[in-house]
């Protein structure tokens, strides 16, 4: 078996710790004489293995009783319609902070539920960076406020968590989830697609403010009605079996590193290795405002564009993975989440000194 360094933005690379465990239980977990992915949702033994999942969570990130923890499906993409669907019929319109792409999908599918407001945006400056505290302020009438911390398209990051007062705070945490400590009370609703920092694509992470459920829009589907989804222990339906349990076996391995302060420090150091060297070259290039740089995503362009598609064949033979830039971007982005090794960042920073070297 070879593996490579994937950068891909996501699906994205799982910690081969795991992939060795799920490979060993797979054809019987447990000595249950089936797979994992065999067990009926309902049985006491898969059961177990939702409530293992969710209880290393509750630990990893020190989520309070009064939050629920749902695993939906549907992608943080279907996320955009539930956040309205379960907080707009408080009233109010719902607010958010415009700082890339993500931010514009989550604002033009709330549209659809009622009025939405956009508080500040980056986009006339090319989204190279996040909307700074001063320069909004929330309704008080507001339904909510929503906001992308981690913009893994452009490859921005938020360095505060915005101030709301009773307005209940949203948070897409799709590529910044379990990557730095942060304190849950601070946000009302938390969501997250699995395939960036959680496990496979297929499961949504939903972490939500018990006192917000409950008064949901009169059409919405039960399916994603938070209050039906906590009632039902994330069982309305059959929910992604195989996703969950490997969701806990990745949230096992992140314990078995120290947790999230552990891994805070790795990605600290993973992102700084690699800032630095693209600020040390003429050859490489990073667009975004140094305080909102991405932990995550690291987007960068090459000083001559016509090199690109050498970069990335030298790179594959290299088994440095996906760093191509998201298509409206251009140019590379190395995604470096919790599961890329120091390792692999060292073998890209490497790669690309010596391509520097022969090429600039
Ligand atoms: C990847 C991503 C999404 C979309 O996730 P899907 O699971 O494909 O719907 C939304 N928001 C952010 C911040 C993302 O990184």
């Known amino acids: 078996m070879t593996r490579g360094y994937n950068f891909c933005s996501g699906p994205a690379m799982l ?13 019987d977990w447990q000595g249950t004489g089936m797979s994992v992915m065999e067990l009926s949702h309902r049985s006491p033994e898969f059961v177990s293995v939702l409530e293992g999942a969710e209880a290393r969570l509750r630990t990893l990130m020190n989520i309070p009783e009064d939050y629920a923890v749902l695993f939906m499906q ?15 019929s408080r009233g109010g319109a719902a607010e958010f902070l415009d700082t890339g792409a993500w931010s514009v999908k989550a604002i033009k599918e709330a549209g659809r539920y009622g009025e939405t407001r956009v508080l500040a945006s980056t986009k006339d400056e090319g989204y190279r960076r996040a909307v700074r505290a001063d320069e909004f302020s929330v309704g008080a009438d507001a339904a909510y406020l929503h906001y992308t911390p981690n913009e893994t398209i452009g490859g921005v990051e938020f360095n ?7 307005v209940p705070l949203v948070a897409d945490m799709s590529s910044c989830i379990l990557s730095r400590p942060i304190n849950v009370e601070d946000f009302d609703l938390i969501y997250a697609g699995a395939q960036k920092n959680i496990g496979p694509a297929g499961l949504t992470l939903v972490i939500v403010r018990k006192s917000l459920l409950g008064e949901v829009m009169h059409d919405t589907p039960s399916l994603l009605n938070y209050k039906a989804q906590a009632d039902n222990g994330s069982m309305v339906n059959t929910p992604p079996t195989f996703a969950i349990y490997l969701a806990g076996l990745v949230f096992d391995w992140l314990e078995g590193q120290g947790g999230v302060r552990a891994i805070e420090g790795i990605n600290a150091e993973k992102a700084a ?3 630095d060297a693209i600020d040390r070259s003429e050859f490489y290039r990073n667009p975004i405002a140094l305080e909102h740089r991405s932990r995550m995503n690291v987007p960068f362009i090459l000083a001559d564009e016509q090199l690109n598609d050498r970069f990335l064949a030298e790179a594959g033979e290299a088994g440095l993975y996906n760093l191509q830039g998201h298509r409206s971007v251009g140019g590379m982005r190395a995604s470096i989440y919790n599961a890329m090794p120091l390792a692999g960042v060292r073998g890209l920073v490497d790669f690309m000194k010596d391509f520097e070297q022969r090429h600039g």
């Not at 505060?160 to 009773?166: C, L, R, S």
């Open 15 to 27: 910690p081969g710790a795991v992939m060795q465990r799920a490979q060993e239980e797979l054809p």
């Open 74 to 88: 549907g992608g943080a993409t279907l996320q955009f319609s539930c956040v309205p669907m379960n907080l707009m």
């Open 160 to 166: 505060y968590v915005p101030e709301t007062g009773d």
């Open 273 to 275: 290795l690699l800032y």
